[in-house]
């Protein structure tokens, strides 16, 4: 039509301003490191898993889980889930139920028979691992993934290491672990059980390994001298548990005393009274607090009529019976004797005061270190001898390239993946990638109001009566629907998830939609940067930096 | 971040793995999503906003509170989430950095044009809006739009209305908007006369509390105690004088027109739904959205939506809807919060603070307590907390679970009949 | 040109009055003009009408200020209101009463002129025969009867066409009926008047 | 079809048969008759389609014009005096925007002191507004300017306003040939709007224009008007076509032949001063007339030839600008600029004051014989304005002057009586 000069405009004629030029900061969009992926030994992407769970492709879940670690059935269960307490939505409600999801696309995993990818072309390169427990299996895994042949060499009957005859069933159900294992040797990797390894330099030497991974673990109770009576009773935990594993269980008597305060310890007890113990005492010098058992294990075995006796020492043990020393923690936390003396009744005491490894195996190997009982090692956990690596339970924890780890399956599953990758580097002769760190995404990040508010689920537990008896698994898994709601409980902390708060909220549409996945681009034309999509953001995703001026 | 995509954070222990993964995520299967919406286990387990317990109740991680979510069947996601929406209010408009009325604008013609099928005709009072979305030789609107005069607006939609019946066209909708000035104040003569009449349009109160167009003065719609050019916060009684002020929803409904609302620019599903409910009505219908000024309020651009949350969150904006006059549905407060939080981001409320201290303990607490007195009543009145108000059922659009608007009577606003005298 | 003055209280229909004649003239085929006195009266206050008829186009805007005739609707105007200002000699008046001229002291206005015929004055009980034939009080059709009969600008037919144009049915027929019965009184004192013997 | 018939009625019949499709209604005297009597026409079907709204202020009656006009109907209302000027703003802004509305004002004068009678103080009110004004001299004339109205209204993009006086025309029942809807229909096309709101097309109509196109703006608004100069004779002469009759045009000379005096006058007082001037005439005195139709635009080129004989012109208007003069008059001088014609303004008829034929000739003999003072307020009563300047002068507090004038007059207001 004829317009009428000036008074009348044509649609979307101010698409010529560029009100970009106004901005004097511009938003961009980062990625940053979730507090539960931070946290996580395995170094696995757990957001990423939850992600692809959140809309229920549990498959694509279960994949992307396997990349860090082979065994989530396994580490779902057993793993004391580190990433939960990092959680963000811990400050908002309660934590994501991490473990329990894992567990639930482990299952998933096993219950439809979903095979791990295929490797790749043979690199022709040949490793030797040494133990089957969980920091050998997954380097196995990852080795394998890489391309190389892998045998393993466990001296066991079966595989798995600490996993089958540290754990007791009633935690980690046989029938899973095999399934994981089996799943992980099908991948191609030769498992040779009782086939114990006594000399390690002598077999590298005819075997003509490329490179040795080896991590035995600490299977060895560590012992003390307890003046006892001669008919005393006293075993340690590890075999107690080994000897259970084997369907061998020693007798226990009716009163069964642990001395410790670890995991370990629990266990003992937990499993004494499935042995059918009425008594079952944990005898620890400090406070309970000071325990270094999770506080979920300490919880689980009260529950299950296990008692403590903390700030006791075990003076003397005789027959049915031994004798307690009260002990006060002092000014700097440590146990003090007083001198104060009461008697026990136990049949049995088990010592659960830690492990230690038999590292006979690589004692002698030229350029191995080994001090305090462990195996000395770098950064990339190789020894002193080139291509000889070592991780796992033996070797240093200050190893990690973090402040000192507690010695458990996940940190051994970490171990093994780096092993895979060290080892890799330095079979192609490659520079090791430079860590980058992203900036973790801590709560203040986060704009948690466009959150849905939702508690975690609970996982069903088995009634105690059946604790007390069998070796049934205690915890039991998320239903389908429980896992999806979980897995929706992400916050998706530092990292887009396309919620299109940034889209919507700008004022001067300057934010382009690229599609499904593809996340967004800032059209800086028209951005004015005021910032409205950055206090938006509910993740933490968009910050504002400076227009160069 | 090129490279990174959707939902892969970076990993730790393993910190030389590339964060994220590079594959797309989300296979899409949405509705796998849909297969289990049930919480195990009593549906209440879902905290504040779940249905009344027992229902089952729907969780998409950020439900309806985020703009888009790729968990929800498309139907339900917003209009802005859409990328192929009008964007009636297209960019290089001249409004300032975090406008909320240039944001409030787009979101309700969006959604008007998405609910006429995009047969829509706008007419735009004087005040900012126009001013920055028209100045010659270019116009930011990617629809049919009228700008007349600053008191009239409500009688020129009329006559748009009354030319579009009588030339055999009533798909084509009309859509009046104003700011606070154009409605409570100078177009409120003709506003009313439309109403009265019963026409055939919805008109849009984009309510940013005072004349910023002109710099910040007075409007009837100026909350007590809050600093403009006309009422500056100097004397006895700094800022605007309590007891004053008008309630336009509440004069609204007093006319008896089919349907009026109340909204902000913080909950985008909510306002939606109350543009498309209200195309879906023919006769007068009211709108009245709440649009935060960053440059008019002293606040942050940065803060625009979470001032308006906060307007609702204090109780001091009701958020509701009325048909006939008598209230339906409102929106109660999720996380009550007191109204001192809203006021200290803002600098036409400085005075109330110590300046010296502008994050320590209040300068006027009895004026605090005033204000805050007028939120609780709104809160008391019309049950913004908890159960006692008229539930309002979970609309078509949006999913079920975060609680949609919930009802309330009319507002007393921070100015409203409540404080007036 | 002859023009009309009506004069009569608001709510008496001066002003319909006034229309009526035009219409009447416009019937007779002449010009006519009809407009009132434009104020903001209400009931009771004095109310002018005013009507102009030619055989030409009327194009004069000014208020009838040298009538030929004045129609008084009302008699208790006469010594309120300055009624018979600008009156031409010859001209004549027809007056709503039911008494006798000579009761009414206007002597020392329409008394005969030296120079003049003078003016003539006829009554007419217009009021009475309104509610007679149609019941209400309303004098102007009826007048407008005697004004035909009176001046002879006006047919009574064109009177009788413009009260059917502008009432409807029965009241129509009523004023006609009133209108017709004032036409012949008045035709019969003006042939009195005519025939009067001089002696 | 010849009727006897109130101008009102005329009007409000005439404006049906160009079939407007929104009209608005505001009461205010002395407009009420017509704006009544098209509602009647709407409620019984006689005008359809057409919606007939009762708004709540002149104010709103433009605005909904505006409204209605911008989104392609043919729009029509009208008002008067204190209503047009209530409209104000949004008169201006129907022309700004170059909207076909037509309006009818029933001319009336503007208060204080509140006056419901007739001059043309309301339409010189508005005269700068962009409006092309008609002044209608007789009830046969503002009808069929309404039918051109539209016509050319629609033909420029601008809103027409045909002034006609209140009361003298609007309640005057004169003999009026109405004419017949199959002759507006082909006269008057449908309305083809120049920009329209369409969500096919959309556009935005009333953008804000600054210092750098504005003045470009109003110059071509004023291009418009002057196309109207050309157009509206063009108009005129095609309606005497179609209706047998002359009717609008810029302006209409009279008996300007060998006139030595020329008198210049808007609307109905034509016809008195037509009277008048035919009198001086059979007396030996030869005066002519001037009647503008078409007040803005102006049409002088037309006037300035139309008096180019003329040795002295008297300009009767019923307005003037408070604290200088005549404002036709001014036009008019203008007109004449070099000519050296001196003009004379008489205003009158202000407020409803009869413009008697009598006093016009007192005051166009006194003009013919250069008698007359430039400025002359006919009919003025000199006595009471003495008496209230005695009385000010006298004290402070002297009252208001309205009251007083009245009191000093020993009536109320009640017309002439």
């Given at each position: 039509m004829e317009e009428p000069?000036?008074i ?8 010529a301003n560029?009100?970009?030029s106004w901005?004097?900061e511009?938003?961009?969009?980062v ?16 957001q ?5 769970a959140e809309?229920?492709?549990?498959e694509?879940?279960?994949r992307?889980?396997?990349e860090g670690n082979?065994?989530?059935a396994?580490?779902?269960r ?6 939960e307490?990092a959680?963000?939505?811990a400050q ?16 998933q ?5 979903w095979?791990l ?7 022709g390169?040949q490793v030797?691992v040494?133990?089957?427990?969980p920091?050998g299996?997954?380097a196995?895994?990852h080795?394998?993934?890489a391309g190389?042949?892998v045998?393993?060499?466990e001296?066991?009957?079966?595989p798995?290491g600490?996993?089958r ?5 009633y935690?980690l159900?046989?029938h899973?672990l ?6 992980l040797?099908?991948?191609g990797i030769t498992l040779?059980?009782g086939?114990?390894?006594a ?7 005819s075997e003509?390994?490329d490179a ?6 600490a299977?060895?109770g ?5 003046p006892a ?5 006293i ?10 594993e084997?369907q061998e269980p020693p ?8 001395y410790g ?5 629990l266990?003992?007890a937990?499993t004494?009274?499935?042995l059918g113990?009425t008594?079952?005492?944990?005898v620890y010098?400090r ?6 058992a999770h506080?979920?294990?300490v919880?689980?075995a ?10 006791s ?10 004798l307690?020393e009260?002990?006060?923690v ?6 003090q ?15 659960a005061l ?10 002698g190997v030229p ?5 305090d009982?462990?195996?000395r090692?770098?950064a ?6 080139p291509?000889l690596f ?7 924890p200050?190893a990690a390239?973090r402040?000192?780890?507690?010695r458990?399956a996940?940190v051994?599953?970490g171990?093994?993946k780096r092993a ?5 580097d330095?079979?192609e002769g490659r520079r090791?990638e430079p860590v980058?760190r ?6 203040d990040h986060?704009?948690?109001?466009y959150y ?6 609970m996982?069903p537990?088995l009634?105690v009566a ?7 698994e205690?915890v039991?898994g998320?239903?389908e ?7 929706r ?11 299109d ?10 934010v382009?939609?690229?599609g499904?996945?593809?996340r967004?681009r800032f ?8 910032g409205?999509?950055?206090e ?9 930096e400076?227009?160069?001026i | 971040m ?6 892969g954070?970076?990993t730790a ?6 964060p994220?993964?590079?594959e ?5 299967r949405?509705?796998?999503a849909v297969r289990s919406?049930d ?14 317990t027992?229902?089952?109740?729907k969780f998409?991680?950020?439900?309806s509170f985020?703009v ?5 069947d ?11 929406r009008t964007?009636?209010?297209?960019s290089?408009?001249r409004?300032c ?6 944001l409030?604008?787009?979101y ?5 044009m998405?609910?006429?099928g995009?047969?829509?005709v706008a007419?735009?009072a004087?005040?900012c809006?126009e001013?920055?979305?028209?100045p010659?030789p270019?116009?930011s609107w990617?629809?049919?739009?009228l700008?007349s ?13 009354a030319a579009?019946r009588?030339?055999g066209?009533?798909?084509v909708?009309?859509?009046g908007q104003a700011?606070?000035?154009g409605?409570?104040d100078?177009?409120?003569g003709c506003?009313s ?7 055939d349009?919805l008109f849009?109160c984009?309510d940013?509390?005072?004349y910023?167009?002109t710099?910040v003065q ?11 050019a006309?009422?500056?916060a100097v004397?006895?009684e700094?800022?605007n004088?309590?007891g004053q002020?008008k ?8 006319h008896?027109?089919p349907?009026v609302?109340?909204a902000?620019?913080a909950d985008?599903?909510?306002?939606e739904?109350k543009v498309e409910?209200?195309?879906a009505?023919?006769g007068a219908?009211?709108l009245h ?7 008019g309020?002293?606040a942050a651009?940065h803060?625009t ?8 969150e204090?109780g001091?904006?009701?958020?509701f809807e009325?048909?006939?006059g008598?209230v339906?549905?409102?929106s109660q407060?999720r996380?009550?919060?007191p109204?001192?939080?809203y ?7 400085r005075?109330l603070?110590d300046?010296?201290?502008?994050d320590?303990p209040?300068?006027r607490p009895e ?5 805050q007195?007028?939120?609780d009543?709104?809160i008391?009145?019309?049950g913004?907390?908890?159960p006692?108000?008229?539930g309002?059922p ?10 949609g608007p ?5 507002s ?7 404080e007036?005298? | 040109?002859?023009q ?5 209280r ?10 009526l004649?035009?219409?009447a ?6 010009w006519s003009?009809?407009f009132p006195?434009f104020?903001?009266e ?8 005013f009507?102009?008829?030619s055989d030409g186009e009327?194009r ?11 129609i008084?609707q009302?008699?208790t105007l006469?010594h309120?209101?300055d009624?018979?200002?600008g009156l ?6 027809l007056l ?9 002291g ?10 003049g015929?003078?003016v ?5 009980p217009a009021?009475?025969?309104?509610i007679?034939h149609?019941g209400?009080?309303?004098?102007n059709a ?6 035909a009969a009176?001046g002879g ?6 009177v009788?066409g ?8 029965p009241?129509a ?5 009133a209108?017709t ?6 035709s019969?004192?003006?042939k009195?008047?005519?025939h009067?013997?001089?002696? | ?5 109130e101008g ?6 005439t404006?049906?048969l ?5 009209v ?14 098209v509602g009647?026409?709407?409620?019984t079907g006689?005008?359809a389609?057409?919606e007939?709204?009762?708004v709540?202020?002149?104010?709103a009656?433009m605005?909904v ?17 204190q209503?047009?000027?209530?409209m104000i703003?949004a008169?201006?802004?129907?022309a700004?925007l170059g909207?076909p509305v037509?309006m009818?004002?029933a001319?009336?004068?503007?208060g ?9 103080s309301?339409a010189?009110?508005v005269?700068?507004?962009?409006w092309?004004?008609?002044?209608a001299?007789t009830?046969?004339e503002a009808?069929?300017?309404h039918?051109?109205?539209f016509?050319?209204a629609e033909?420029?993009?601008l809103p ?5 006086d209140g009361?003298i ?9 109405l004419a017949?809807q199959?002759?507006v229909?082909?006269f008057?096309p449908?309305?083809?709007p ?8 959309p556009?935005?109509i009333g953008?804000m224009?600054g210092p750098e196109?504005f003045e470009e ?5 004023h291009?418009r ?5 050309t157009a509206i ?12 009759r002359?009717?609008g ?6 008996r300007c032949?060998?006139?030595n005096?020329?008198v210049v006058?808007?609307g109905?007082?034509?016809g008195?001063?037509?009277d008048?001037?035919?009198a001086m ?6 005066v002519g007339?001037?009647?503008?139709t078409?007040?803005r635009?102006?049409p ?5 030839e139309a008096?180019?004989?003329a040795?002295?012109v008297?300009v009767v208007?019923?307005a003037f600008s ?7 008059s001014?036009d008019?001088?203008m007109a004449l600029?070099g000519?050296g014609t001196?003009?004379?303004?008489v205003?009158?008829?202000?407020g409803?004051r009869?413009?008697?034929g009598a006093s016009l000739?007192?005051c166009?003999?006194a ?9 002359v ?7 009471l ?5 005695a009385r ?7 009252g ?7 009191r ?8 002439p009586t």
């Open positions: 000069f000036a009348t405009l044509d649609p979307g004629s101010s698409r560029r009100t970009g901005r004097v511009r938003p961009v969009y990625d940053r490191l979730p507090p539960c992926n931070d946290a996580c030994p395995a170094g696995e992407n757990i990423r898993w939850l992600y692809a809309d229920g492709s549990y694509a879940a279960w992307s889980l396997v082979p065994l989530p396994v580490m779902g057993i793993c004391y889930h580190p990433c307490t959680c963000n939505r908002l409600d309660e934590t994501v139920g991490i473990h329990g999801l894992e567990r639930f696309l482990g299952d995993a096993i219950e439809h028979g095979e990818a295929a490797p790749p072309a043979d690199s390169r030797l040494v133990g089957s427990g920091a299996l997954s196995a895994y080795l394998r993934r190389h042949q045998t393993i060499r001296s066991a009957e079966k798995g600490m996993l005859y540290g754990i007791p069933a935690r159900p046989r899973v095999d399934a994981e294992i089996d799943r040797v099908a991948t040779e059980c086939h114990p390894v000399d390690l330099a002598g077999d590298m030497a003509g390994w040795v991974f080896v991590a035995v673990g299977q060895r560590r012992g003390i001298t307890i009576g001669d008919s005393a009773r075993l340690d935990a590890v075999s107690l548990l080994h000897g259970v084997d007798l226990l008597g009716r009163r069964v005393a642990v305060g670890g995991n370990t310890a266990d003992a937990r004494a009274r499935r113990a008594d079952a005492v944990v010098r406070t309970r607090d000071q325990m270094p506080e979920s294990e919880e689980d009260l529950t299950e009529g296990v008692r403590m006796q903390w700030l020492t075990i003076a003397h043990v005789d027959q049915g019976s031994l307690l009260r002990m006060v002092d000014g700097d936390g440590f146990p004797p007083t001198g104060e003396f009461e008697e026990l009744g136990a049949d049995t005491v088990v010592l830690g492990q230690e490894s038999d590292l006979s195996l690589i004692e350029g191995v270190e080994i001090a009982g462990v195996v090692v770098g990339d956990l190789m020894t002193g001898r291509g070592a991780g796992g339970d033996m070797v240093d200050s390239d402040p000192a780890e507690e458990t996940t051994a599953i171990h093994g895979a990758r060290t080892i890799g330095w079979l090791p980058r992203h900036e973790i995404a801590t709560f986060l704009n948690t109001w849905s508010d939702a508690p975690a689920t996982q537990t009634d059946r604790r007390q008896s069998t070796f049934d205690v039991g998320l239903d629907s429980s896992a999806l709601f979980e897995a409980r992400c916050l998706s902390c530092g990292n887009c998830f396309e919620c708060n940034c889209f919507g909220v700008c004022p001067d549409n300057a382009v939609k690229l499904e996945g593809l967004y059209d800086y034309d028209y951005c004015k940067g005021c409205i999509c950055v938006e953001c509910p993740c933490g995703a968009i910050v504002m400076p227009e160069e | 090129p490279g990174f995509a959707t939902g954070g970076p222990a393993e910190g030389s793995e590339s994220g993964s590079v797309p995520p989300g296979s899409g949405t509705g796998a919406e919480l195990p286990g009593s549906g209440d387990t879902a905290g504040p906003e779940s249905l009344p027992g229902q089952p109740v998409y991680q950020v439900g985020a888009g979510n790729r968990l929800l498309p139907s339900q996601r917003t209009v802005q989430s859409d990328a192929l964007n009636a209010l297209d290089g408009h409004a950095q975090g406008c909320g009325e240039a409030g604008a787009r309700a013609l969006d959604a008007a998405r609910a006429t995009g047969s829509m007419v735009n004087t005040g809006l001013v920055f979305s028209t010659y270019e116009s990617q629809i049919p739009w700008h005069l600053f008191g009239n607006t409500p009688a020129v939609a009329t006559g748009v209305a579009l009588v030339k066209r009533p798909e909708r009309v859509v700011g606070d000035g409605t409570v100078i177009g409120f506003l006369g439309m109403f009265e009449r019963n026409d349009v849009i984009y940013n509390e005072a910023m167009n710099g007075r409007s009837a719609a100026t909350p007590p105690a809050a600093r403009t006309t009422t500056e004397g006895d700094p800022g004088p309590f002020g309630n336009l929803p509440v004069l609204a409904m007093a008896d027109i349907y609302a109340t902000t620019v985008l599903h909510d306002l739904q409910r209200a195309m009505i023919r219908r009211y959205l709440f649009v935060p000024c960053p440059l309020w002293g651009p803060d939506i979470r001032l308006a949350r906060l307007a609702k204090t001091l904006f009701p958020v009325a048909e006939h008598v339906t549905a409102v407060i996380h009550q919060v109204v001192e939080e006021l200290r981001p803002q600098g036409r409320y005075h603070f300046p010296a201290d502008p320590g209040p300068a004026t605090i307590r005033r204000i007195e007028i939120a009543r709104n008391a009145r019309y913004l907390v908890g006692g108000a008229p309002r979970a609309g078509p659009a949006g999913p079920a679970e975060p609680a919930g009802a309330v009577g009319p007393d606003r921070s100015h409203g009949a409540g007036a005298r | 040109m002859f009309v003055r009506i004069h009569g608001g709510g008496q229909g001066v002003v319909t009055a006034a229309e004649l035009s219409v003239a416009f019937f007779d085929g002449r003009q009809a006195s104020g903001s209400r009931t009771g206050a004095p109310v002018v009408g009507c102009r008829i009327i004069t805007r000014e208020p009838v200020s040298a009538p030929d005739a004045l008084i009302d008699a006469l309120q209101v009624l018979f200002s031409r000699d010859e001209g004549f008046v709503n009463t039911s008494r006798p001229v000579e009761e009414l206007l002597g020392a206005l329409t008394g005969p002129r030296r120079d015929p003078g003539r004055v006829l009554t007419l009021t009475e025969l309104a007679a149609t209400r009080p309303t004098p009826v007048l407008l009867g005697g004004f009176a600008v006006v047919s009574l037919d064109a009788a413009a009260i059917e144009q502008r009432f409807a049915g009241v027929r009523a004023n006609i009926a209108a019965e004032a036409f012949r009184s008045v019969a004192r003006c009195e008047c005519d009067a013997p001089t002696d | 079809m010849l009727r006897q018939i009102s009625r005329a009007v409000a019949e404006v049906a160009c079939r407007p499709e929104v608005c209604a505001y009461p205010i005297s002395p407009q009420t008759h017509i704006i009544e009597a009647v026409l709407v409620r006689a005008l389609p057409c007939f709204i009762n709540e202020s002149e104010f009656a605005s014009s505006i409204g209605a006009s911008a989104a392609g109907a043919r729009a029509y209302t009208a008002t008067a005096s209503g047009l000027l209530f703003e008169v201006y802004n129907a700004g909207l037509v009818t004002l001319n009336r004068a503007v204080a002191p509140i006056n419901i009678w007739n001059d043309h309301d010189m009110a005269r700068d507004s962009g092309i004004q008609l002044f001299e009830n046969q009808a069929d300017l039918i051109q109205a016509r050319l033909s420029l993009s027409v306003m045909v002034a006609m009361f025309l609007t309640h005057a029942i004169e003999r009026v040939d017949t199959e002759q229909d082909r008057l449908p309305y083809e120049r920009q329209v709101l369409d969500p096919a097309d556009v935005s953008a224009v196109a703006v109003r110059y071509l608004a291009l008007q002057i196309e109207a100069l004779p063009a108009i005129a002469s095609e309606f005497a076509a179609h209706f047998g002359e009717s045009g810029l302006l209409r000379p009279y032949d060998g006139a005096t020329v006058a808007l109905s007082v034509l008195t001063i037509k008048t001037v035919d005439w059979d007396d030996g005195l030869a007339v001037v009647g503008i078409s007040f635009p102006f002088a080129a037309a006037v300035r008096l180019a004989t040795r002295r008297v208007e019923k408070i604290g200088f003069g005549g404002v036709l001014t008019v001088a600029t000519s001196p003009v004379t303004t205003v009158a008829g202000l409803g009869p413009i008697t000739r007192e166009f003999e003009a013919a014989a250069d008698r007359a003072e430039p400025l307020f006919l009919d003025l009563n000199r006595a304005i003495d008496h209230d300047l000010s002068a006298a004290r402070r507090r002297s208001p002057t309205a009251e007083n004038v009245l000093d007059l020993g009536t109320v207001a009640s017309g």
